[in-house]
């Protein structure tokens, strides 16, 4: 006991003496810089975490995508609508989209009845026009372009283009979209055209370069 109260007597000496000489000062400045730092940065990253979570499904248009490149089983819509979920289904492939002695490689789109789940899909009436937040999608019979297509053709709203066996009218423009990926293949034009549409176009065939998805939302 006695060999205890005297290291302690010691050590609370020492501990005096670098305080007055101000190397603990030192020493709790750094830890609480240090340890402010490591909590700055952690608070940041966990807010960083949350904005990318929040904004990820209108990235995807949905909060889940299944994706394949063949048709995928039904049964992944069917449990989706089981367990009281909005399902969407769309179609993504390259075509040529073209009028009269002028043609583009396009990015064609084909989608189902509530499209996008999530996020906005923004139409404008003219090339450079107001655009607004889309009520729907393409009527049967007619598509939407981008912009970059109805420059390249030459073409304006009202016009009709060729997609595939299919000649159909432009009802607007695409100012937006919340599942438009960054890649090679939309780099090109985009045509938006209702699913009523896609077989009489003739383009889904064995062979076909077609990326199949279901949207999920809940």
Not at 66 to 71: E, F, H, I, K, Q
Not at 141 to 164: F, K, N, P, Q, Y
Not at 193 to 208: E, I, P
């Amino acid at each position: 006991m006695t060999r205890f109260v005297a290291d302690l007597a010691l050590a609370l000496r020492l501990l005096a003496r670098d305080w007055r000489a101000g190397e603990l000062t030192l020493v709790a400045v750094a830890v609480v810089v240090a340890v402010a730092s490591v909590t700055t940065v952690g608070f940041f990253a966990d807010r960083v975490q949350q904005a990318l979570t929040r904004q990820a499904n209108q990235l995807l248009g949905a909060d889940l995508v299944v994706s394949g490149d063949r048709p995928l089983d039904a049964a992944y819509a069917a449990e989706a609508e089981t367990r009281g979920l909005t399902v969407a289904r769309m179609l993504r492939f390259p075509s040529m989209a073209g009028v009269e002695g002028s043609s583009v490689l396009a990015e064609v789109k084909v989608v189902t009845a509530g499209y996008p789940l999530r996020g906005d899909l923004r139409i404008a009436d003219q090339p450079h026009g107001a655009d607004r937040k889309a009520e729907g999608i393409p009527q049967p019979g007619t598509v939407w372009v981008d912009e970059r297509l109805l420059s390249r053709l030459g073409v304006t709203v009202g016009d009709t283009i060729a997609i595939g066996n299919s000649r159909l009218p432009i009802a607007q423009v695409i100012t937006q979209e919340p599942d438009s990926a960054i890649g090679f293949i939309n780099a090109g034009p985009r045509v938006l055209l209702n699913d009523a549409d896609v077989a009489a176009t003739g383009l889904v065939q064995v062979g076909s370069r077609i990326r199949y998805r279901v949207l999920v939302s809940g």
